[in-house]
């Protein structure tokens, strides 16, 4: 049985959005309590393909709010160097909202977890009666690896890239922690009232 309370997820976010987040929580775009200032940070058109792309229950993959299992993912390299018409963002200005599946789980809100890229054929999607095996499922070395493409190697990249997709809302309590690339960065959140012990400075989680 896997300890759901020690598998970490992690939610990627413009510092400027997170005075909202810490009166409304994590919450989806369609949403009511959506933030009418959301800074972006994300790939436009892969956005817009998880809008109209289908999951094996029928629904679509944009209903749901994604984490990831682990940090240093392609997705935030292409973001911190502008890549795929992404627009550039600095390190300083992407945070991390620090979770784990117990804290998620214990909201009720319905959660679906991938194996790999949730758009990417070879993917499995896994739903609640399969948390109890996720530690077999999601492979923890291959969401925390560093670099994704060894040539011995060439679906890491897809492995890496799991999602832990939550339906709904979530509040604010089920961020445990916010991990920053440098002081500057810690000092922002400390000065929008997150306490001081909550946030974390880490340059190796970033690029």
């Not at 817009?48 to 990831?68: C, S």
């Not at 996720?134 to 670099?147: G, M, R």
């Not at 339906?167 to 922690?177: M, R, Y």
Request: proline share 5%.
């Amino acid at each position: 049985m896997a300890e759901l309370s020690t598998i970490r997820l992690f939610r990627m976010t413009h510092v400027e959005n997170i005075p909202h987040i810490l009166i409304y929580g994590i919450t989806h775009r369609n949403s009511s309590n959506a933030n009418p200032n959301y800074k972006p940070i994300g790939d436009h058109s892969l956005i817009r393909t998880r809008d109209e792309f289908i999951i094996p229950d029928g629904r679509r993959l944009g209903n749901f709010i994604p984490f990831y299992f682990g940090p240093r993912t392609p997705m935030l390299y292409v973001i911190q160097n502008g890549f795929n018409g992404v627009t550039k963002t600095d390190p300083h200005d992407v945070v991390y909202c620090v979770s784990n599946i117990t804290k998620i789980v214990q909201t009720g809100n319905e959660i679906i977890f991938t194996n790999g890229h949730p758009i990417v054929g070879l993917t499995e999607f896994f739903y609640w009666e399969s948390l109890g095996t996720i530690d077999q499922l999601v492979n923890q070395n291959d969401v925390k690896a560093d670099f994704w493409k060894p040539e011995e190697d060439l679906d890491l990249k897809r492995r890496k890239e799991a999602e832990f997709l939550v339906l709904g809302d979530l509040p604010l309590e089920v961020i445990n922690g916010y991990i920053v690339y440098s002081e500057k960065a810690k000092n922002i959140l400390v000065e929008y009232g997150i306490h001081e012990r909550q946030v974390f400075v880490s340059e190796k989680y970033y690029f």
